[in-house]
């Protein structure tokens, strides 16, 4: 069976500040993980994936994670906040074969002060 | 390109009335998901279809929820008589390709928020 753990509902930066929001997962075949973004009353979007190619994936609007296999982590960075990020952020899991159905993470509400 | 469009965005309805949601996925797209998110909890899968049959409906909660893709385009969710617990956020997804090799980017509607009262 696959799982997915965010680490913190909550998390809070100031503008400017590392980003750093964190999602273990469970799995046992190789998994497809991905990272989604839902600003305020929009629907979800993909911020990036990873699908066995290389470990570190970079995503839109400066994000990028890292799959750790030996960790099973896949945790999502982004250098510099900005006020635009401040949105819910959801880590996900899937199989090969699945297609688009995906267990998600509880998510993470991420904060950006000025 | 029109994305992934739901109907309504809110309904609000009482309990043991009926409610039934819309999805509209993007043009060509033979997959389309539903998923439910309750409040405080994870976003869940319910089915998925390809193309108008029922590939896999093995997250739908019980028989008061009904869904169907009339020749393949667009989705209908109904939940007869509606619960307290049905309360929350239901989103529709689709992607183009089904393949084991390829695990093709969903894209998901903005959701529609259902609440029981």
């Known amino acids: 069976a696959q799982s997915v753990t965010q680490l913190g509902s909550h998390v809070s930066v100031s503008e400017g500040a590392l980003v750093l929001l964190r999602c273990n997962y469970s799995?046992?075949?190789?998994?497809?993980l991905f990272w989604y973004v839902q600003y305020p009353n929009q629907g979800l979007q993909l911020l990036l994936k990873?699908?066995?190619?290389?470990?570190l994936v970079k995503g839109i609007n400066g994000f990028e994670a890292e799959f750790k296999k030996s960790e099973t982590s896949f945790h999502l960075t982004k250098p510099s906040a900005h006020m635009s990020d401040a949105a819910e952020y959801f880590c996900a899991v899937s199989r090969s074969g699945q297609g688009g159905k995906l267990i998600f993470g509880q998510g993470t509400e991420l904060s950006v002060k000025p | 390109e029109a994305g992934v469009t739901q109907f309504p965005s809110h309904s609000v309805i009482e309990k043991g009335q009926t409610v039934t949601l819309r999805c509209d996925p993007i043009?060509?797209?033979?997959?389309l998901y539903w998923y439910r998110r309750v409040m405080g909890k994870e976003i869940k899968f319910l089915l998925h279809f390809v193309k108008e049959s029922k590939q896999d409906e093995s997250g739908m909660p019980n028989n008061r929820f009904l869904a169907e893709r009339t020749g393949g385009t667009y989705s209908t969710l109904k939940v007869q008589p509606a619960e307290l617990e049905d309360s929350g956020v239901y989103f529709c997804a689709s992607s183009q390709e089904w393949s084991k090799e390829i695990n093709t980017e969903a894209f998901f509607g903005q959701g529609t928020r259902l609440t029981v009262v």
């Open positions: 043009s060509g797209h033979d997959n």
């Open positions: 799995s046992s075949v190789p998994p497809y």
């Open positions: 990873y699908t066995s190619a290389a470990t």
